[in-house]
């Protein structure tokens, strides 16, 4: 029989240099099996000079230790007379309480995006928060973007070699290495003094394209100065009523290389109602009499940032004026953002090669109220007139909350989905490395999720992975009631209207 | 460099006169700017004579200043030993706390109709919040109601010249500036005693109709006194058993030119059971014996106010002989109200010209519980006879709350759509500019909804600029379960047995 | 100018012989006023002796005074130096407040079904309520009937006299005057000590038909002593393993002529799983060794009431062996309860004359969870094979709650509804009037829901007046996908494996 | 008039051999009657020696006394003046309040899964707990499971003798008593010491297969010990990227005969995302300086129990490769686990004989979130390639909680249903007897359901037996939106892809 081994002398192996555990009575060296632990060295090192019995048992069927341990290793038994006593421990059984609000979670323990946004209203100013938070109405149009994804279901395919995700996709012929992109979000120093530019260093991190708002609280050669030699960036324009201000703007982008595109957006002419952030307004209100009577550009409405933001917007762009107009000042493709319907989408796929590509969008459920999902849009195109998939890059944004949601979209024909408040709440919680943190959870999910749906590229995806019937008998049918007509028919009908 | 510039002195420049800022160091003169300031001069002058950086930094890129302010406009470098020492604001970060019940609401921060109702439910009596509140039984027609728009999805269209929206609308003839109108509604005195005048003020301002109730708590002379020239009325007809009375009173109308027309009530023949306002009467009930004792006429059911309000109406009307009736005792145009299926529908447009309108409606869902939404009636009518539409102008009520609600039901054809509890809810929470600011919130959301879609002129909405699928699945689709009819069939079937 | 009356005498005159009222300032004398007011009697008199004019204001239009009394009414002004200084009410807007748990509500307080639930949950043994609450597992079926007839929509259609409605229906050949009889419930007296003998008393004031539980708590003699002459009364049959217990008990029905007929109780051969009322036992359960120790017939799960009146059931009845026995031990018609399919439904149809009804029930959703509600099985009968009607008499009970859900079945076919807990419910409330306050609500909101559909006579409703669609598209279709049978054919299918 | 009885005298018989109770006045001798009372012996033993006439009176008709027991039985008359005073006993009225969460339940108690999963949350420690509860992201699959089974209506038909239930199926060959198996669950000592050996035993007297995980907590040596000798076990086998390891062990497999089959688990080649287990690891984390500094094999994401599990299992398997290997390795029958579309269940039918069944699964929502519950997946075979059913063995698991969960599987052509969660925490709730007392639950409840469709052989059960209309619309239907391909032609286009 070996000889006793004191406790004392275990408590000095601790290291991953040396790492000592004792396990049903004997001391063991593990030190060598740390690297190759499938739980991970941590997991030993936490227990490193102590009795690890209590955790190790129920987990480790009989025969484990000696399966994955030389005899060499067991360097004999613990004299059991130096064991401290037994503390009983706190009660740790059932469910785990809620983690309390008073600790401030490290990021990596920030498993979804939900989490993300949870722990960056906690930080936001309530003006910020209002303004990202916000949506028009009555939010049913952002409840839909969040929900409509849920009612597709995966078909995941068995016996697929699955080893790897290929994650890369293309936007007008730039290759990306994930199908994720930043939306044009405003205001972005509102959630973190990195604003916008930190965002860009992210996306640099991760591959991922970034469209800068025309409302970005930062200037675009602010916001692009550190990019990255292959990083894909394009710029939101909404035009101004006086038109020499866009084109002077266009003018300043013409000079900048890394700016790929112009993002034409044309999901919000006018402003939504978008109440939680103009109830902001007030709230900080000051309804002295000097201000009163002080008159001015009055506001129709609360008032809050978003209508601000609108001052200027010009509301009647059209096909035939607007895009030769654009297109006179921008050396750049041309994308459209906020299509809605397949009719829309379908004009869009006649304007190639002028128009690249169109992002399907309702403006974050922030313009008009009970507008459809990208989702129904996608569906609608598939269903009418499935040619603008080959004609135009088609991407959309919206909702986008989970890896199975991207794949879902990918799967109906988008080459890639668009985030923006995640992409401001993941900067409100953590500035550059909360944007990080919010592409490497999506960016893991998504290869989990096509993974799991026997896909190696994403480019593999298609209609038959996923299952869409609970949202296809809700998307447009052509105008209601009218019985005469056939589901095709419907779709010439619209088509003739265009 | 410049002379340094006390605070003292910054601080006496904070009006429309003369308003000094003082941002990144620099005080700035912006008295100029004020009128252009997007976000309003209010927002300016709260800050004046005060260092304004903290709230301009975060929500303006670099450069803004110089690019809307004169070099001339800085005045020079402020003068840092003559600030006060900062004070550590109070906490204002995360999602704001849900408005004080105490502190009385502007009418001005009542963003929608929903805060209205909440005002004035803390205002009005128990018995007059009741009567207004209340819907048969189990409040399911009610709660349709106001569900059924949000399941109707809108069609944005991008690319439209949509810098203004006509929001006219003809009824029987007569131009309205609003596609809204209120609904025949009793005992408005019973929220505000400017009663039904007060409704007719507002009115007056927004160019829109009113039907007065037969049951309204003034007499209809004082209510159209101080109408407009161009004022529409029409008057709710509730025919009496005793027909000599119903015959005074049409004389009594026929003098007064500001009432158009007669609106012949047809959807409550007799009460519904409305519990809320059945209640009150056993909450206040002195049961003394005397009282008990004393018999009198015993009304069925709780008996409310509502019950009491019937009593005397004929519940005998028929087609046949009321309408001659009717038309002999009045020199007005005559429309119907509470029509709930398609068939009554297309049998109304057989007696054009007599009657010249009907208004589909399930009375607020006060008569039948789960009666149908005016929606279905609507879709019903688009099915089975939409010819309808081109022989007598129709209108809804039941359920309006948005003017995304709006757009919708002038899209199925609506000419306008009725608001009742609201205008009373309105007159509760502030009398005429309740009322007023009623009119305000729905006549903005809905040029911003008809905006959003597209949509120049509200007569242009047709039903291409909606998805009513999720509708139109249930809406009736002949008698259950006669397999071998088609749906065409079924609609032949329909008529057949008018 | 009258002399000014003193409010000393004004507050002499306030009964129903001599009822005096101050209005704007002048007393008037209401005696003769009193029968033919709309609001009542009482409501007059609570005001007799008072200044009334805060209550009336509001809700009387200018006028009204004039027009319904004579001058000679008016007695002349109050003297105001007598009238008392007026008391500040306490607080009296916005909603009620739920009605306080601490006072009984006296019956004809209680205006729908579920409060007089409510109410008879107060007063139950902690027994006797989960007896008569309980339902199958997680109570899927009893929520099913609680909520299928809400899908269902009405189709009221106007100009349609209604004044009055003939509430009567037959049931094998005998006349109801109500369409609501009181299916087989056990265990009457667990509720009130009149039991099922009280129950009786209140079908008779209301003309209604009952059918007595073979569980009753009273013998059927007791039950049936004080019947009036058109009384009808059913007799439910379990079928006993030991026949000869059945056969006397069917010997001693046969005696008593106001049972008409013999209801063989098919939906729960074996018991159902009842957890509220299994759970009773566990809870008063003496677990001393003694009793432990003592064996006897143990029962299968927890033994609640339901398990132990289900003791000697036989549960190998057959169409072929059962039917025929009966036959020979019953002078009165057989009825079938518990059908919940169309084929079912077919082959007992194809057994008339024999059988000469049928209830379609799923044991109040006491006997299988997720069995259909019997809306299902009326909806199946009409779809495959809606000759049944014509050839039997029909009738259903579960989830009635409403009047609209008794005219809803009834316009599907059936000849009436059945209630069961309600019954027992009213019983618990206030015993023999509790049950009538049951009928009274119900005959009341059943004739208001038909006379607002436009129907005279019940005997006129028919699907045209409801829209089932919501419904429709849940009832069974055939067997699960079976792509290549059309639903006629599925119908015919079914029809020959009967 | 027979002599007055002291009460003293009546408290001596309390017991089986001498029962005496006192009913009506009267002291009756209940002994012999005990083994035939309906409600059990001990109901009346709990009276014995005491006046039972309240409980007894309200649930018993008149004459009920007389019919049951001899004249001779009744004693005679209780002396009143010997009794106790009545005691006012506590309140017992209404609903049960719910049982104290500080008493422990016994397990007879427990009435369902439900309330074995609430005793056994409140055993468990908080790492085991969130390992068996955990589900991937949003766990809407898990959810998807637990409801699907509810919106399926079960078609109950009468007349049909139903006395017994033969529960028996068979599988691969084999007979079992129960068509409720035990799947392949890991780490079964996290519940309790018993652990798979434990779950064994219950199966025994149960009749049940069981399915042992790769990753259980015990060797499969130990589990199959002491199997019974028509005791069926399968083992599971996860393919180790080390393929030796997984020879060895299925060469170790081989050697024991109670395991009939292998069961290759294709549901997750990669582990899904379980944040209940990963974030367990944060909340116990110890983030000392040291060990953050160890390094080691870091785990993606949060490294709970789940994602250990996985490590060296292989991603790459696939038809043409693994199964040869696999036959090559064993001698044993193979089946495959975690189908979830028809295309692979048809695949696998098309390998029979090497594959011999297959199990339904989307291992219990683990894996991909809004995977599709096996119910869609049996309904798509059902529909696409029902001839699956005849060439191979089809199982299901996930969501069973009720024995109408198992009929409803069993109809739509399940062998059997397996159990994975219920049988982990019936361990946890009682070892042993927990797991039996799941069995004992559901086996009840599926005899009780099948009955009550009057199906005498489980094997009986078919489509015909449910309505599954629900479900059939969210089931795949084709790739989205192609509208020119009919139903049937998708069917082909799918079996052409495969």
Redesign the interface.
């Known amino acids: 029989m070996s000889k006793l081994i004191d406790y004392v002398e275990v408590q000095k192996h601790?290291?991953?240099d040396s790492c000592w555990v004792i396990l049903y009575g004997n001391v063991w060296d593990v030190t060598n099996f740390?690297?190759?632990?499938?739980?991970?060295?941590?997991i030993i090192?936490?227990l490193a000079g102590k009795d690890a019995t209590e955790e190790y048992?129920?987990?480790?069927?009989?025969?484990t230790l000696e399966e994955n341990l030389p005899e060499s290793a067991r360097l004999g038994p613990i004299d059991p007379k130096s064991l401290p006593r037994p503390v009983k421990p706190v009660q740790?059984?059932?469910?785990?309480a809620d983690?309390e609000a008073e600790v401030e979670?490290p990021l990596?323990?920030m498993?979804?995006l939900d989490e993300i946004e949870a722990a960056a209203?906690?930080?936001?100013?309530?003006k910020?928060?209002?303004y990202y938070?916000s949506a028009a109405?009555?939010l049913?149009s952002k409840q839909l973007n969040n929900t409509v994804y849920?009612q597709?279901?995966?078909?995941?395919?068995?016996?697929?070699?699955?080893?790897d995700c290929d994650l890369r996709t293309t936007f007008l012929g730039y290759q990306l290495d994930l199908p994720i992109f930043v939306s044009p979000a405003a205001?972005a120093?509102?959630a973190h003094p990195d604003g916008e530019w930190g965002i860009a260093q992210a996306c640099k991190k991760f591959g991922a394209m970034q469209m800068i708002s025309n409302n970005?609280?930062?200037?675009p050669e602010?916001i692009v100065k550190d990019a990255g030699p292959d990083q894909v960036f394009g710029w939101q324009l909404y035009v101004q009523t006086e038109r020499k201000k866009s084109e002077d703007m266009l003018a300043r982008i013409n000079k900048l290389n890394a700016i790929k595109f112009i993002c034409l957006t044309?999901?919000?002419?006018?402003?939504?109602?978008r109440?939680h952030d103009?109830?902001?307004k007030?709230?900080v209100e000051?309804t002295s009499q000097?201000?009163k009577?002080?008159?001015?550009?009055?506001?129709?409405?609360?008032?809050g940032?978003g209508q601000?933001?609108f001052?200027?917007t010009d509301?009647?762009?059209?096909?035939t004026e607007?895009l030769p107009w654009l297109k006179k000042h921008t050396n750049k493709p041309i994308i459209?953002k906020?299509?809605?319907?397949h009719?829309?989408a379908y004009?869009a796929a006649q304007h190639a090669p002028q128009v690249k590509g169109i992002i399907l969008s309702?403006h974050g459920g922030r313009?008009?109220?009970?507008?459809?999902p990208s989702v129904?849009t996608l569906?609608e195109i598939?269903?009418y007139c499935?040619e603008v998939f080959s004609k135009i890059d088609v991407v959309v944004d919206g909702g986008i909350k989970?890896g199975?949601d991207v794949v879902k979209a990918l799967a109906?024909g988008a080459k890639a989905v668009g985030i923006g408040r995640a992409a401001l709440f993941g900067l409100g919680a953590g500035g550059i490395e909360g944007v990080e943190r919010v592409f490497e959870i999506l960016r893991?999910?998504t290869a989990?999720?096509a993974?799991?749906?026997?896909v190696a590229r994403l480019a593999d995806l298609?209609?038959?992975h996923?299952?869409?019937?609970?949202v296809?008998?809700?998307?447009?049918?052509g105008?209601?009631?009218?019985?005469?007509l056939e589901?095709?028919m419907k779709?010439l009908w619209?088509r003739s209207?265009l």
């Open positions: 601790t290291t991953k740390l690297p190759s632990h499938p739980g991970g060295a941590q090192l936490k048992d129920p987990i480790h069927p009989p025969g740790d059984v059932g469910p785990s983690i979670m990596k323990a498993l979804n209203t906690k930080k936001l100013s309530r910020g928060w209002a938070y109405d009555d049913m849920r597709i279901l995966l078909r995941p395919r068995v016996f697929v070699n699955c080893q205001m120093r509102l970005a609280s930062m200037t602010q044309l999901d919000a002419p006018v402003p939504g109602k109440e103009e109830r902001g007030f709230i000051d000097a201000i009577d002080a008159g001015g550009a009055e506001l129709k409405g609360g008032g940032i601000s933001l001052f200027g509301p009647t762009l059209t096909w607007t459209l906020g299509l809605q319907c009719e829309d004009i309702n313009a008009a109220d009970t507008a459809p129904h569906l598939r269903k499935p989970r199975t109906l893991d999910e989990t999720a993974r799991l749906l026997g298609g209609p038959v996923i299952n869409t019937r609970a296809e008998r809700d998307i447009y049918d105008p209601a009631n009218l019985p005469s589901g095709a779709g619209m209207k």
